[in-house]
């Protein structure tokens, strides 16, 4: 018993993460209650396009209106983050890409318009004009159901920017285990 707890608790360090959704910011692709399993050991390899679990504590501060059970915060504290920090978004920009907006057309990176089939259905790619180029080292990150989504956009006047640091990355998301009738790959990790 005590090894296969040392075994859970080194997978779940280093590994693999479980996280639940909590809002609305990624519908279309994940909904609130989903479970997912995060890639823990692919932290550092994100890339655009990417679904990632983030700690936001450092920059964004506590997910707005979300409460944490107490196997949450448990879990929370083995994987050293507060689960009032942990967002889940989409990698739009990367360190040096310029992403911007009019608010009233595509999301553009580099110059380039966004193909962006995951958006929610009836979403415009943003109402919020915006034109950042990404630091070395950071992200643009936003939720796919942009109307509902507290990202990049809504946090530019937070320390980064808008940005996170790719150190704060816990790992893309991989599979979505709940519910069982939609387990899967979400798309994106």
Known sequence: MAVTFAVVLVVRAFLLGL????????????????????????????????????DGGTTWGPVPGVSTGLVEALFGKLDGHDPANVYVKRVIG???DRVSCDGKGSVMVNGSPLN?????????????????????????????????????????????????????????????????????????G
Do not use: C
């Open 116 to 188: 962006e089939p995951y958006l929610y259905p009836g979403d415009a790619a943003s109402t919020q004009a915006f034109d950042v180029v990404v630091p070395p080292g950071r992200l643009w990150l936003m939720g796919d159901h942009r109307s509902h989504s507290g990202d990049s956009r809504f946090h530019m006047g937070s320390p980064g920017g808008g940005t996170v640091s790719e150190s704060d990355v816990i790992g893309p998301v991989v599979f979505r285990y709940w519910p069982f009738s939609r387990a899967g790959n979400p798309g994106g």
């Open 94 to 96: 990367v360190g040096g």
């Open 19 to 54: 996280y639940g959704i909590p809002s609305g910011s990624m519908e279309g692709t994940l909904i609130p209650g989903d479970r997912v399993v995060v890639a823990k050991w692919r932290a550092g390899d994100v890339h655009r396009g990417d679904v990632v679990v983030f």
